[in-house]
Every structure is written in structure tokens, then in C-alpha cells.
């Protein structure tokens, strides 16, 4: 049977436009009737929604995992609680009992009330974005909040014992000049026993504002590596290119995405998919309108290989026979682990050169 039971819902607002953020997000101009006008697009997103869901055969099952992203979804607050509630009510959909409950939140961005209130509809994992702890880089990265907010964050989820994970960045500007130690810094964050990293390599177009503040290539993959080592050695397994966590805490909703699993999403420019259909949508900004885009087998296969080796899933050789060569020679360079002589999966190294090692599969004409 097809069903779905993941859901991602794409939260708009923030207090303050970061300069390096592509995301799609917005300062809200009159917060009541921003707010108002996207409970409407989220209603009439759903229906648009249902619309395709029926046509494809798809029913909803109890949500296993609900995302909410942004923008800067704490800001949503006590309203967006409320909202949430009564949406999932009156759309009947349910949370599995089990159900992995994210909310991403901004640190100077939430209040106790407002995360219990939003616990009390589910919410059980936070996803917090720290970026950096060093408070010059913090300013360079132009983020609004302080250093001091961080740590206010952190010692109140510490304090309450709550499942969540941090966002880190690295290659961030002026880090060389300021010499950023950046395992000192994921060190102060483990004492308030995050489950979960996350780690994303800056990615900026040429006209940021510091782009030619950026650190070398070879600065980045030297920090990125020593950050894997660094947090394998702490418990933490490395099980996606960005994302470390400790035994049984991986973020279930993104693995859905890296099995190229259906989950659906809501949301002015969120993505959904119907894997079974191999159809994905997108969501338009100014309206509930959805742009679809099918997926050729070979697209998807592609897509598919490529999610799998970006994450501990890995792929089965044998369905690569009679070429494992080359994965014997990315075995020797340390960049995979075979195991049974038949399941790989790439190492920390392996990660950072993924991009370099689907190129050759592609010249290798191994995936087309
Ligand atoms: C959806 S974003 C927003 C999270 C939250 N609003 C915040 O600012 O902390 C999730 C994460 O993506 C990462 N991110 C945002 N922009 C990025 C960029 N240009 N390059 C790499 N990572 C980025 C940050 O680590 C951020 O915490
Ligand atoms: S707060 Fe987060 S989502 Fe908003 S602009 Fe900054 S990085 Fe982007």
C-alpha cells in the first residue's frame, strides 16, 4: 500500500535576513496578517495536496516523522502551536505513537512557554542553530543573536534533558585570520550532551559579501576532517556528509530522504515526493500552487545511488557487477569500507570527494 507518513512543513519567517542564507524566508512586515496569510497557504496547500496524493493512490498513515524548518520556526510560536494542533486535527492526520518531532529553533529565538506548549502537541527533538561559538565569526556571519543566547539555549535543553542536535558551520570567513578552533567550540557544545551534529561546509555564490575572506579548499577539508575525527572519537558515528550522531539518535526524518523514501512537505518553497510514482513537487512562494517534476528510471537510480553514498545506507555491489575495481581501489585509498565483500559505504573522506566519486562512476558508465 502507499502511504505517507512523513511530513516536512516549511516555516517562512525571520527575525533577521542572515547574508549567506539561500533558504526561502522573509521578515514579516505586519506579523498578524503574515501569520494569518500563511495559516491559509498552509490550508490550501494541504488541499492542493490532497488533490495529488488521491490521483497517485497515496493514503496518510500516522506521521512516523514531522519536520518543521525555515526560516526560524521558534518564532512561530504559542500561535503556531495552536495552529498546528488544530490543522493536523481537522486534516486528520496523527502522530504515530513513536512519532520524531522536530522543531528548528533559533537561539534569542523561543521562550519556555512557547516550547512547552509546543511539546505538549508532540514535539520531542530540537534542532538548534549555533553555526559557530566563537562571537567575532558570529558577527562576521552575521547572525543577530549572541554568544550568550547560545549558551542560554543550550543549558535550558541541557537542563530539561530534551533530544536535539546542533547546527555547526565551517569554512566561514576570516576563520584563518582568527585562527577558528573549531573542535574547541564542539567541545563546549557536547557539556550540555547534544545527540546529534550537524556539520555543513559554508556554500556561498561569488557575491557574498565575504567571499574573499573565505579560507582555502585545503583549509576546509583539513577542518572538516578533523571534525569527524574529532566527534567519532566522542561516540558520535558519522552517518551522512554533514550529520554525526550518537547510537540510535540519527535524524529518522532525513533518512527518509537519503532512502529516497516518500515524504511529503508543505509549505511556501518546501519539496515533496511520491517515490513510488518517482514524482516530486515543489511548492511556489506566493501561492499554494505546486510545480511537478518526473523522475525518468534513470533519474531516480541516479538519485538514488547518489543519496545512498552520502549516508551510512551505502550501496550493494552486486548490482554493479562485473565493474568492483573501482571500488576496490576507493577501498585502498581509504575513501570506502566494503563489508561481506558486497556492501560500501564511504568513509569521512570518502564524503568530502563524493561529488569526485559519482564522476566516476558516471565516466565509468556505471550510473548513467
Ligand atoms: C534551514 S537552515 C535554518 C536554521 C535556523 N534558521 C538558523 O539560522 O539557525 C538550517 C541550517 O542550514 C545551514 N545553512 C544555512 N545556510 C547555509 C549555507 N549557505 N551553507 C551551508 N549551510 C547553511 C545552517 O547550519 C543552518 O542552521
Ligand atoms: S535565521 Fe536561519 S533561516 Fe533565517 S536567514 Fe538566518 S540562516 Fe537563514
Not at 506521521?63 to 526560524?72: A, M, P, Q, R
Not at 582555502?216 to 577539508?221: D, L, M, R, S, T
Request: net charge neutral; glycine share 6%; hydrophobic share 35%.
Amino acid at each position: 500500500m502507499r502511504k505517507i507518513d512523513s511530513l516536512y512543513l516549511h516555516f517562512p519567517f525571520c527575525a533577521h535576513l542572515c547574508n549567506y542564507c539561500d533558504f526561502y524566508k522573509k521578515i514579516p512586515e505586519n506579523k498578524a496578517q503574515d501569520y494569518e496569510n500563511f495559516h491559509r497557504y498552509l490550508q490550501g496547500a494541504f488541499d492542493e495536496h490532497e488533490k495529488l496524493r488521491k490521483v497517485n493512490g497515496y493514503s496518510w498513515a500516522p506521521l512516523k516523522t514531522l519536520y518543521i524548518g525555515g526560516g526560524t520556526p521558534s518564532l512561530w510560536g504559542i500561535e503556531g502551536a495552536r495552529f498546528l494542533k488544530n490543522f493536523l486535527k481537522d486534516n486528520a492526520l496523527s502522530l504515530a505513537p513513536d512519532c520524531e518531532f522536530t522543531l528548528e529553533v533559533n537561539p534569542g529565538a523561543w521562550d519556555e512557554y512557547t516550547l512547552s506548549e509546543w511539546e505538549k502537541i508532540g514535539v520531542n527533538r530540537y534542532s538548534l542553530g549555533i553555526q559557530s561559538l566563537d562571537g567575532t565569526l558570529s558577527k562576521y556571519l552575521d547572525r543577530v543573536h549572541s554568544i550568550e543566547d547560545v549558551y542560554a539555549t543550550l543549558e535550558f535543553f541541557y537542563r530539561k534533558k530534551v533530544n536535539f542536535s546542533v547546527d555547526f558551520m565551517l569554512g566561514l570567513p576570516f576563520s584563518k585570520e582568527l585562527s577558528r578552533d573549531v573542535i574547541n567550540e564542539l567541545e563546549r557544545a557536547l557539556k550540555f550532551n547534544p545527540s546529534h551534529f550537524s556539520v555543513y561546509i559554508l556554500t556561498v555564490k561569488n557575491n557574498y559579501t565575504h567571499y574573499k575572506q573565505l579560507p582555502a579548499e585545503e583549509w576546509i577539508e583539513k577542518e572538516y576532517l578533523s571534525v569527524a575525527h574529532f566527534l567519532k572519537e566522542k561516540g558520535f558515528r558519522h552517518y551522512e556528509v554533514s550529520n554525526f550522531a550518537l547510537p540510535n539518535k540519527e535524524s529518522r526524518h532525513n533518512l527518509n530522504y537519503w532512502k529516497s523514501k516518500t515524504v511529503a512537505g508543505l509549505g511556501p518553497s518546501a519539496t515533496g515526493f511520491f517515490a513510488e510514482e518517482k514524482l516530486r513537487y515543489k511548492w511556489k512562494t506566493n501561492s499554494p500552487v505546486m510545480e511537478l517534476e518526473n523522475l525518468l528510471d534513470t533519474e531516480f537510480h541516479l538519485e538514488k545511488v547518489y543519496m545512498a553514498l552520502r549516508s551510512f545506507i551505502g550501496i550493494d555491489l552486486d548490482s554493479f557487477l562485473p565493474e568492483k575495481n573501482v571500488f576496490k581501489k576507493w577501498e585502498k585509498m581509504g575513501w570506502a569500507a566494503i563489508e561481506q565483500d558486497r556492501y560500501l559505504t564511504l568513509t569521512s573522506h570518502g564524503y568530502l570527494i563524493l561529488d569526485t566519486l559519482i564522476n566516476e562512476l558516471f565516466t565509468l558508465k556505471l550510473i548513467k
